[in-house]
């Protein structure tokens, strides 16, 4: 008789035991041995940072240094890990749900310092020290990390990226204009697209379209929300004639291209010789230089197009938080104050990218933006040391919160602008639908934050 | 001497006695995969149906049960109605162009030609190269300035600069390219699951038929599809539940754009979950998709075995 084997025998009941008792052994693994591992780490003065891998390589390079040489003055090893922006949210989810990670996280985004608020360290007293030393922070700045209800600060504000206009001023000098206001960006606009230099400013889903069509709003008066950030403001008269704006300008001054493009879209179209203007930081800038210094010669640099109520353009922002359960709290205060006191070593390696959060951080004439002797003229940036009176981040004129960040994040704007410019709404009726979506956002939101 | 050497005991340790049964052995290697599915499936499931009926924002962690408020809100919003409208083309349009391109290869695979075994290798890439990179390859491939197929229809004389297709910044051009680019990654899947099911067709069934007077088109539809049909729709689940849950091609090409027309489920909850931290609607947005998998899978398996039967 053929020996019974265990295998026969084996019923449901039998296998969910085992098995759960093979699972459960395996699950209190960690759990046993996690007291001996977090101990030897708490032995081991550290310091982690992680932050985007920045548009300009060599600030990263230079950061990774200055850390590095910190560390070793203070006895500290330090890491510093870059990774893509689109990354950022994502891993800043995931460090605070398992409370672990970085000690200090770099945020690029506006509203992230408020929605992570529990998690993260107040920093006050360091943004009062550091006031102290290099003058006020800036509106900015403010609206980065600056909790209204309580006084405290999330966030270190670190830097933001202004968006002035870019030209070709052979182009516009024929048709004897100049593009600083919003009209005369259309009407010479369309008179260079009949020469086959159309404008470019993206009309699709990424960050440069969502910072540029804010700046247009607010220039004509319009907002999405109100100075206090309780209310959503957006369907007014100033919000349809921006987007009847908008629309005229993609009808007459820009080609349908601009519908699908992404960050690095209008970067390609200027250095492609296309196009006669686009917003964007001086990244794009650079990168004509590094390919046809010619074409970037004739590259002129303005601020941002003046608008029937103001002359403001959207920035993007960056700012550091330290985690409430970080293990090396004290390393990473030390370590910004260290970092405000060597801002200008930062601007510097930036190549006037990173623009400071705090009014005398970087003494006027400021290093490259004054006299940046790869440009012709070298005073091309000249207008950028002034770029926070026309730069606010998203929620302007209030807060940047989380619900204005998830707005942003959702091209709400950029479609409202969109769907008037493609005809597939009345501007009217591309207001109202924007409203109502930021409407429900707001309202998803109260009370949460 | 051997039945001395037999008759010593060997020097068995308990643990090795254990090890030596078969039914502890197979729980033990059967274990690690019930833990992973447990782990890393069961357990984030279990969560994420939780955060869709809780108030769980990551700026407030609060486990407060709201029922199906969340989904309420969801379902009422266009946009979303939108995104569900989306998914559905882009998961059903790119499963059929797959599965078409994936019978033409099969059959032309089947026929002898030289560097037949290479061509089969070779045919396989699209679905191991990594979608990051496939995904930015074609994106360029549909920039609306530097197009290669438009360069190619302008050089042909097809079009003109002018008229040139906007690939992703036309709303239905948008949609239909990224089912070109799953249908595309898709492809090879199906070119296996066909070559599979076709040559295990018994060849004496299709030699009766040739001899009754069959003609290609009746021995492929008539006989090989109706045999084959079981497997191919194993891998029409897979492919099904693995198109409806992606967000990745439209996370890398389009964002959701132009105007929100390649907006996915997928994309959707991660952009209102994890960019945005409303991990309560970003669960039930995701959510969504359970009781469609579940009716599409409930009936495809029900489908296989009826034609098992």
């Known amino acids: 008789m053929a020996k019974k084997t265990g295998f026969s025998s084996v019923t449901r009941r039998r296998f969910l035991k085992e098995t759960g008792l093979a699972a459960a052994a395996a699950g209190a693994a960690p759990l046993l041995t996690a007291p001996f591992v ?43 890990d870059h990774i893509p922006v689109q990354n950022i949210p994502a891993r800043a989810a995931a460090e605070a749900s398992a409370g672990s990670g970085h000690d200090l996280f770099g945020f690029n985004g506006a509203g992230g310092a408020h929605l992570y608020r529990k998690f993260f360290l107040n920093v006050a007293d360091l943004v009062n020290e550091t006031e102290k030393k290099y003058g006020k922070v800036t509106t900015i700045g403010k609206q980065l990390g600056y909790n209204a209800d309580d006084g405290s600060w999330s966030a270190f504000p670190d830097f933001y990226i202004n968006f002035p206009g870019m030209y070709r001023k052979s182009e516009w000098g024929e048709i004897g204009m100049l593009p600083d206001t919003w009209d005369n960006l259309r009407i010479g606009g369309a008179k260079l697209k009949a ?21 247009l709003l607010w220039s004509y008066g319009g907002a999405v929300q109100d100075e206090a950030g309780k209310k959503i403001v957006l369907n007014s008269k100033e919000t349809v004639e921006a987007t009847k704006y908008a629309a005229a300008l993609y009808k007459e001054a820009m080609t349908s291209d601009v519908l699908s493009w992404n960050d690095s879209s209008n970067n390609q179209y200027l250095v492609s010789g296309v196009a006669s203007y686009i917003i964007n930081p001086i990244s794009a800038y650079r990168t004509f230089q590094k390919s ?130 493609t005809g ?26 | 001497m051997v039945a001395i050497a037999d008759s010593v005991p060997k020097a068995h340790s308990r643990f090795h006695f254990i090890l030596d049964r078969r039914d502890v052995l197979g729980s033990l290697m059967v274990a690690p995969a019930i833990l992973y599915v447990l782990l890393l499936v069961g357990v984030p499931f279990l969560m994420a149906v939780y955060y869709s009926m809780s108030a769980y924002t990551i700026y407030n962690p609060s486990w407060s049960f709201v029922g199906l408020s969340n989904f309420v809100d969801v379902v009422e919003n266009p946009a979303f109605r939108q995104t569900l409208y989306n998914t559905f083309i882009f998961t059903f349009g790119s499963q059929i162009l797959g599965l078409v391109l994936g019978k033409f290869g099969a059959l032309l695979l089947l026929r002898p030609f030289p560097g037949r075994k290479f061509v089969r290798a070779i045919i396989i890439l699209p679905w191991a190269v990594p979608i990051a990179l496939a995904t930015v390859a074609w994106q360029w491939m549909f920039d609306s300035l530097y197009s290669v197929i438009n360069w190619t229809l302008i050089a042909l004389g097809f079009i003109t600069r002018a008229n040139a297709p906007n690939w992703l910044g036309n709303p239905d051009l948008a949609m239909l390219s990224i089912i070109v680019v799953n249908a595309w990654r898709f492809f090879p899947f199906a070119i296996v699951i066909f ?104 009936f495809m398996l029900r489908f296989i075995r009826r034609r098992e039967i």
Request: with cysteine.
């Open chain 1, 38 to 80: 977090s101990k030897a780490l708490a032995a081991d003065k550290s310091l982690s940072i992680v932050q985007w891998a920045h548009f300009v390589p060599e600030y990263d390079t230079w950061f990774d240094k200055f850390a590095k040489d910190w560390g070793e003055k203070n006895k500290i090893s330090v890491t510093v």
């Open chain 1, 424 to 449: 597939q709404l009345s501007a009217e009726e591309s207001v109202k639908w924007a409203t109502q979506q930021c409407e429900t956002i707001m309202k998803k939101w109260a009370g949460k934050a």
């Open chain 1, 195 to 215: 020469k086959g230099h159309p404008v470019g400013i993206s009309l699709g889903h990424s960050n440069d379209p969502s910072t540029t069509w804010r700046g």
């Open chain 2, 195 to 298: 070559l599979a099911g076709i040559t295990a067709v018994p060849q004496d069934v299709i030699d009766a038929a040739t001899v009754d007077g069959a003609g290609f088109w009746r021995k492929n539809y008539q006989i090989i599809v109706p045999m084959i049909l079981p497997i191919v729709a194993i891998g029409l689940v897979f492919g099904i539940v693995f198109t409806f849950t992606d967000l990745s091609i439209v996370f890398l090409m389009t964002n959701g754009g132009p105007v929100g027309a390649t907006s996915v489920l997928g994309f959707a909850g991660f952009q209102t979950g994890i960019t945005s931290g409303d991990v309560s609607h970003g669960a039930a947005i995701s959510l969504f998709m359970l009781p469609v998998l579940l009716v599409v899978v409930i």
């Open chain 1, 292 to 421: 046809n210094k010619a074409g970037a010669d004739d590259t002129f640099v303005i601020a941002p197009p003046k608008g029937p109520a103001k002359q403001i353009m959207g920035a993007a922002s960056e700012f550091y938080g330290i985690w409430k359960f970080a293990k090396n709290k004290e390393a990473a205060k030390e370590f910004l104050r260290y970092y405000a006191a060597n801002w200008p070593e930062a601007f510097k390696a930036s190549e006037g990218y990173n623009n400071p959060c705090f009014a005398g951080l970087v003494p006027k004439p400021m290093p490259i933006l004054a006299n940046d002797p790869t440009s012709t003229p070298h005073d091309k940036f000249a207008i950028l040391q002034d770029s926070d009176k026309w730069s606010a981040i998203p929620g302007y004129p209030g807060p940047a919160t989380p619900a204005m960040d998830e707005v942003y994040y959702a091209f709400i704007i950029n479609d409202m602008m969109a769907k008037a410019a």
